[in-house]
């Protein structure tokens, strides 16, 4: 069976492909691969060892060939065609007064497709558009409307960790994000600082909320009552990273507690007497 690799495209779009014609093939090099309607160029990204599931995802394309120079030459005038493509496609919009922000400009490697991209808060009419886009250019228009966090993929950017884009660097797909997320990382629920560069709540929450929960369900919550070795104190902070918690006394001092050490039997006597003595005092305000 034909290698699997997964290639890149413009606009961090990666595709699976099949090596089925068996080229010598080198990571990091463009390869030529086939496309709907012609063909496209991508870079070789990397080899893909374990068995991916294609129920759910189109069905891998072929790489055809490697890119040579002159495909290279190709790719560099396309790109520079699509910048020059800006301000003609900005001059159609305003024509119609489409509601809509243009976010890119993609042709495929071969020209036989023009894709134009952009965001808007409701469904946009551009039959219009299309019409006056295929009569400039001469060549099968798709406009491809996409939210704000496909936006930011395209884009790609930093995140507030100074690393790149989650959605850019790995992400396939975009789960719902609560800030119940962010309670669990227990984080500050500002907007600025939870957000991405999309405006939306940070990708990253999801996925590190499962590590969270699990670390987080050792321990008593914070404001707990806890027994340590030393005496009784309060639940003060949590540190997830390292595994510990930290109680404090009622002499006033600090008591480290790692997660190791809290037998689970302990930990539920404790929370159970916890939430009992806050119904009892809500109980008692009524």
Known sequence: MPDL?????????????YNTFYHSLKLHDYVIVQAERGEDMGLLDRKVITGVD???MEKPHSILRPASEEDR??????????????????????????DMKLVDIEYQFDRNKLTFYFT????????????D???????RIELRQIGVRDEAKRI??????????????????????????????GLSLNPAKISGNCGRLLCCLKYES??????????????????TPNGEGIVDRINVFEDYMVVKLESGEEAKIYGRDIKKKDRKLTSFFFKCQKAFKLDKKE
């Open 133 to 139: 886009l295929a009569a400039e250019y001469k060549t």
């Open 156 to 185: 790609d950017g930093f995140g507030l960790c100074g690393l790149q884009q989650c959605c850019s660097a790995f992400l396939k797909n975009f789960d719902p994000i609560s800030t119940g997320e962010a309670r669990i990382q």
């Open 210 to 227: 499962e590590f969270y929960t699990e670390v987080r369900s050792k321990y008593p919550e914070i404001g707990e009552k806890y027994v």
């Open 73 to 98: 030459r190709k790719l560099t005038q396309n790109r520079a065609d699509e910048e020059m493509g800006w301000d003609k496609v900005l001059v159609f919009i305003k024509k119609y007064n489409l």
């Open 54 to 56: 294609f129920s759910d």
């Open 5 to 17: 690799y997964l290639v890149e495209f413009k606009g961090n779009r990666k595709e699976y492909c």
């Open 120 to 131: 808007a808060e409701h469904r946009v009419d551009f039959r219009a558009l299309v019409r």
